[in-house]
């Protein structure tokens, strides 16, 4: 009877050794031949040398299929199903080690390396969106990212996740001796995902500040804030936002977080920056400390004729500045040669989206030649401080009062 037995599994095993794609029945088919086996084995006292010599032949011709079974069906989840002990090595097939199996330590290392910075990439985005306040972007970013890692590392490092992304990886064809890399291969494909997705936050927070300087334009103060603020948590060398949260606090009048944002822009290397510090400077009627930043525009600032419409906005406000200076530090001459490059930036200005016309250089040349004890020209300017003014700015808002006040004497 036992050779009808071991009979029957060398043919059991040779439809699996011929199959190119075996099924989980031919599988069962072999293991629980080799179980009835075993059986008479155990059962049976007196068994000859040809038997158990054919039956070591046919077990190591079974143990070669340990790659293809492997491959198919996960051993583990049959054990479990019918407790099958130990001894019963059949149920225990390892594949046969392949040449990179050695390197496996070396990719599980990798892998866990890679999910360890995906998670902290994950913590990173995660707060800077959420710091800003929670949006539909900042909502789908968040947890699109979270979900992936998640499932990646479930599926790496945890025993139901592993089985899973085995499970996967077989009905895909992937062959055992491969997964370590290939699960390394995910966990790196998240990480590369993960660094694009940080390396675009800037763009994001662009967004933002094209949404922001709308809301600035129609002083929508709040949105308008709310968004700069998103924009550079996003991104916190965005010296434009901090520059631009500078102006609405100015029109806010809290001057101290006015200074604080230009400071920070011009940390950015933003030269327009310098150029805002300088401003409140002249406010406080402290021309020095305000030419000692116009020093810093007056070097980098570009002086060719290829100017585009921000090189010309940045030139006028430091040739206005330095004029404002040097009439506080009456120095008139001086004040007249910068404010009059001034306004020739001035008219090479646009009047719309952030380059509004403010007329200031016209509103300070005025008094520069009432200085001098030049009416006429005084009055001359004094009309194109009314015409060109913009009360957005206190000052200029300001200098017409005394511009009306004093073509109304001129008048008389």
Known sequence: MLNKVIQLYEEELAVLEKSTKVSEEQILRVLTQRDRVHKFLRDTSDISEHILIKLFFLDTRLKKQANKINQQIQLADWRASLEVPTTFWWWFLQDENHRLDQFDWLWNALTIASLTASVSLVVDISTRFLSGGTSLISSFAIISQSVLTLLTAGGVLTQAGRIGVEKLLLSVGIKTDLWQETKLGISALLLFSLIIFKVSLPKIAEKYNQQALIDYETQNWDNAISNYQKSINLDADNAKAHRQLGLIYEQLQDLDKAQSEYRLAAQGNLLIAYSDLARLYLLQNKPAEAVSLLYVV??????????????NFLLYNLHKNLGWARF???????????????????KKLPS???????????????????NL??????????ELCIANGNNRLPEVDGWKAIARQRLKLGAR
């Open 298 to 311: 007056q070097t980098q600032a570009k002086a060719d004729q290829k100017l585009t419409v921000e090189d």
């Open 328 to 346: 506080q530090q009456q120095r008139y001459a001086e004040a007249q040669e910068e404010l009059e490059k001034a306004i020739a930036f001035h």
């Open 352 to 370: 719309v989206n952030n380059y509004k016309k403010n007329g200031a250089a016209y509103c300070l040349l005025a008094q520069v030649f009432e």
């Open 373 to 382: 004890k030049n009416l006429e020209k005084a009055n001359i300017q004094w």
